[in-house]
């Protein structure tokens, strides 16, 4: 990779500072907590975007919330930036190593410190795994509701810097709304609590503005999350439609007549073919837009919503309409959306995920540029969307081999996140900014914003350390883009290396 | 009042004057409908009124998303939602007919279904602010998912108006339930604690819960067949048959006009996490919030009550006193020393003169 990426040149740090900074780790971290040679690095070198790449100086692997004081503060006076990272999971280059920065990875802090039945809360350490906590709490009953699609693998840390989502967050919310209390260091390295676990916190709400913050205000050191009782009912749905239109209008009806399912989740052809031939899961692969629709809550309620769900259906083109018979076939059902990903990935070699929102009255419209531009560029795009809340994820089918060809995914890519802004969505649903979509940042906010943002990062960061160059673009790069923009895509420096 | 009357933006005056304010270094006092002037320590600084900015931008019912002028009263927009069976799911407070919707979100007040449906916060999707350098900004936007930089709605949710000059503000809505009931159950303060706090836990659909003066409430909302099996299910009688009652004994709860408000000592509001036994705090108590939220009539003094709330692991603050205790003992609890360095900094980065509502929320803001 070149140090093209960032606006700003990024000068590595030179050995005899690394090797100085090795030695003052090793002080108080024992051996195997400070990576520093090749093999030890290069695991740390890209996270789930692995077409951006960057081998770190250093990687240090603290246990506790004092070492991770103490590297912070060591950093802070040398002014060293810090890449904080979870399970590495991420979709957008977040923790992207730098050059002249340390890995300051979060594996170590993996342990469920407490589950409090009846209060409702656990208290983990910020590497545990998103999956695990509703392991631990289903013995009580209860569970943690958001659910990315990545929860086997990635971390509550991660989650709360991403402000992840889920399939179920139409009703359920994202990590900002199950999130009560969060403990996190400062680039200082002072230790502070943010929210609590009463229903509200004195002064500005620093615990939301810590969500979705990309790792650029703090360190995430223990979250105390919130368990929901389990529904004593779940009831699953598919449909299918001979159109994308059909399909969206069956959503709107349904959430206009007043009901809020657990999970929606819509897919087209491709998408549904893919899925089907990976998952055997029963889905009807003559249809042109299939949905799954969950919905959840006391026996009643549920037989209640489905038989309504039934006929707004039947009301809106419906072609095929099939409710799960058994909880076996419920997760079946589930296994062909939950494997899209894997499944479009074995129909190419390569494939982008893309992750904009819209206003979801504007779908067909989205679809409908999005087909012309897959003709126009040659690359066949898949698409699966958190339906009931606009969060679409068209994945682009690319062969990295193939030269050129990354670069116009890409570019596609960008015009998507583009169009998304042009309707009224946005860039980022839940995969972050990072470092991939930081020029559709420049489309989406104008200067007197972006501004803000770095003054925002400003009162906790002053010397911008922590993941500098992530998610908020500079102004000079938003002037650069514009300019690119205005060519139309005919690059000024076509000799730059771009990634 | 004309449709034009209904629907006006002067986003650009306002930030001419907020311009003219920057340029002589003149502190303003933003004024919506003033039916929160109460609420936090009140200052003479020159006032810059929002109530004529309003009327809704754009509701999209079937997207659940509803955007507004910040002078838009929040009965116009309660109204609005109730044409189309939604509704504000934190149930803000009003406390006047005056109420408007920039100065809900600057408090941030939340009604008695905070515990089970959420806080003002959590509905706030995106807003449209001045600066205290008189810029127009929009942050967030009108889709429920959006991590496209900082989240300075949130930051905005509860300001006090220290931050900025809301201009409008998009928002999640939800549907209105079917039908709801609420159940009346004499009890003792301690085994209410208890039962509220161990309703939450089954999957019931309970909306609010509150303890009165040797009663407890429990309101019950939803589709119709799940409210009725689950009152069956649970101690206590039917407050009314009529939901129409039901609901207004809630809104008395929620808007302060329940006889328990009926008393002149200063008010608090105290916020204590779940199952906390009653403070050893002299005074009249009611408890909302399934308990976590405690109104307080008491002429204890302000430290003993602050400590000792916070000794129970939450907070206090001086919800409504004359206005010589306000400003002696402060009306928010305070956040420590390394959140209050916080507060001063991000109040320098986004109001560096010190226009906005000065000392409203802490004395040094």
Known sequence: ?499 | MTSAEQNQDIGEQLQQQVAEAYSRGQPLNICGGSSKSFLGVGSNAHPIHTTEHRGIVSYEPTELVITARSGTLLSTLNRVLADQNQMLPFEPPAYSANATLGGTMACALSGPARPYAGAARDYALGCRIINGQAQSLRFGGEVMKNVAGYDVTRLMTGAMGTLGLILDFSLKVLPLPEYQLTLACPSSVEDALHKMQALGGKSQPVTAAAWIDGTLYTRLAGARSAVIASAATLDGDPLTDDPAISAQFWTDLREHQHKFFQQSAPLWRISVPPLTPPLEIKGDCLYDWAGMQRWLFSTDDAATIRSTAQSAGGHAQLFRADDQLKALVGVFHPPGDHLMNLHRNIKQEFDPAGLFNPSRLYADL
């Not at chain 1, 009953?141 to 659910?147: K, R, T």
């Not at chain 1, 349904?254 to 549904?272: Q, R």
Request: hydrophobic share 40%; aromatic share 6%; glycine share 10%.
């Open chain 1, 1 to 499: 990779m070149s140090t093209a990426l960032f606006s700003e040149p990024q000068t590595p740090l030179e050995e005899s500072a690394r090797m100085s900074l090795v030695q003052e780790f090793l002080k108080f971290l024992p051996d195997e907590s400070v990576l520093h040679v090749d093999e030890d690095l290069l695991p740390y070198e890209s996270d789930g975007l692995s077409v951006y790449r960057q081998k770190p100086p250093v990687v240090v692997l603290p246990e506790t919330i004092e070492q991770v004081q103490t590297i912070l503060r060591i950093c802070s006076a040398r002014q060293i930036p810090v890449v904080a990272r979870g399970a590495g999971t991420g979709l957008s280059g977040g923790a992207l190593p730098l050059v002249n920065g340390i890995v300051l990875g979060m594996a170590k802090f993996n342990k469920i410190v407490h589950i409090d039945e009846q209060a409702r809360t656990a208290v983990v350490q910020p590497g545990v795994r998103n999956l695990a906590i509703s392991e631990a709490a289903s013995d009580f009953n209860l569970y943690y509701a958001p659910d990315p699609s990545s929860q086997i693998a990635c971390t509550i840390g991660g989650n709360v810097a991403e402000n992840s989502g889920g399939v179920h967050c139409l009703k359920y919310g994202l990590t900002v709304h199950n999130v009560l209390q969060v403990k996190a260091i400062t680039i200082q390295g002072d230790l502070i609590t943010l929210g609590g676990t009463c229903l509200d916190s004195p002064g500005y709400d620093l615990l939301g503005v810590l969500h979705g913050s990309e790792g650029m205000l703090a360190v995430t050191v223990e979250i105390t999350v919130k368990l929901l009782p389990k529904p004593s009912s779940t009831k699953l749905l598919m449909a299918a439609f001979d159109s994308v239109e059909q399909a969206g209008d069956a959503v709107a009806a349904i959430i206009g007549s007043g009901i809020i399912p657990a999970g929606l989740e819509m897919m087209d052809k491709p998408a549904i073919i893919a899925a089907e031939a990976f998952a055997q899961c029963g889905y009807p692969t003559d249809a042109e837009a299939l949905f799954l629709c969950e919905l959840d809550g006391t026996a009643e309620e549920v037989a209640d919503q489905i038989s309504k769900v039934e006929t707004l259906i039947r009301n809106n083109g419906v072609t095929r309409l099939h409710v799960a018979g058994d909880e076996t076939e419920r997760l079946l059902l589930w296994k062909g959306r939950k494997s899209a990903f894997p499944a479009v990935g074995r129909l190419s070699p390569d494939y982008y995920c893309i992750d904009g929102t819209i206003p979801r009255r504007h779908l067909s419209t989205v679809l409908q540029r999005m087909n012309e531009w897959s003709e126009q560029y040659g690359l066949r795009i898949a698409n699966v969307f958190h339906a009931g809340d606009g969060n679409l994820h068209p994945l682009i089918l690319f062969d990295g081999n193939v030269e050129g060809e990354l670069e116009r995914t890409e570019e596609l890519g960008g015009k998507i996140l583009e169009l998304c802004v042009e309707v009224g969505g946005t860039i980022t649903g839940e995969h972050g900014v990072g470092m991939e979509k930081i020029n559709q940042m420049c489309v989406q906010f104008g200067s007197d914003e972006i501004t803000q943002f770095h003054a925002l990062k400003n009162a906790f960061d002053p010397d911008a350390l922590l993941n500098p160059g992530k998610a908020i673009p500079t102004l000079n790069r938003c002037a650069e883009f514009g300019a690119l923009h205005v060519h139309h895509g005919e690059l000024p420096h076509p000799d730059i290396e771009r990634f």
